[in-house]
Every structure is written in C-alpha cells, then in structure tokens.
Nanobody, 115 residues
C-alpha cells in the first residue's frame, strides 16, 4: 500500500519560514520524481516545485529564491524549505510521486501565512 504523509504545515507570520516533509512508504522512493503542489481556496492546484530522481529541480516563478525542494532517499522523505513566506503562499500543500504512468498523492498539509 502506497502512502505519502505530509507534515510541517501551520500558521506563520509573513516573512517567516516553514519546512514541509513528505514521507513515503510502499514505493521505491529513489526511482520516483517528486513534487510539491498547492491549492488555495477557489484556485486550481498548481505545481510549486519538482525534483527528479537524479536531483534536478524546477520551481514556479513565484517561489524562486524563497523555496528549496530537496530529498533524502535513505529516509524516503521529500522536503520543501519555505522562507520569506507571503500571504499568497497560503494553501494546502500536497506532495506527489511520479514514475512513468504511476502517480501517488499525499493528503495535504495546510500552510497559512498571516499576521
């Protein structure tokens, strides 16, 4: 049974930082491309950052220079370090694992940026 479990969300003030984690089970984690998506109320789910099995990364323009995606294959865990958070970063954040035609999603973790 495949499980992706996100953690690390919460309430943070503008300018603050959070680190999200996504721990996988039931998959050969190191072979999968991984990604963070987010969905704000009334908006479509959007790709925030992705990392390939070999470690290549990509980011949506709005988070470049503020967010960093990285992975620890030994721990089967994906991370998203989020710095200089803004109100517009408020959303539910989801991790996704992809290998060929296989896609798996986590349940999401809420990030709220507010003073």
């Amino acid at each position: 049974q495949v499980q992706l479990v996100e953690s690390g969300g919460g309430l943070v003030q503008p300018g603050g930082s959070l680190r999200l984690s996504c721990t996988a089970s039931g998959i050969s984690f190191s072979f999968y491309a991984m990604a963070w998506y987010r969905q704000a109320p009334g908006n479509e789910r959007e790709l925030v950052a992705g990392i390939t099995a070999s470690g290549g990364t990509n980011y949506v323009d709005s988070v470049k220079g503020r967010f960093t995606i990285f992975r620890d294959n030994a721990k089967k865990t994906l991370y998203l370090q989020m710095n200089s958070l803004k109100a517009e970063d408020t959303a539910v954040y989801y991790c996704k694992a992809t290998l060929s035609t296989r896609h798996h999603w986590g349940q999401g973790t809420q990030v709220t940026v507010s003073s």
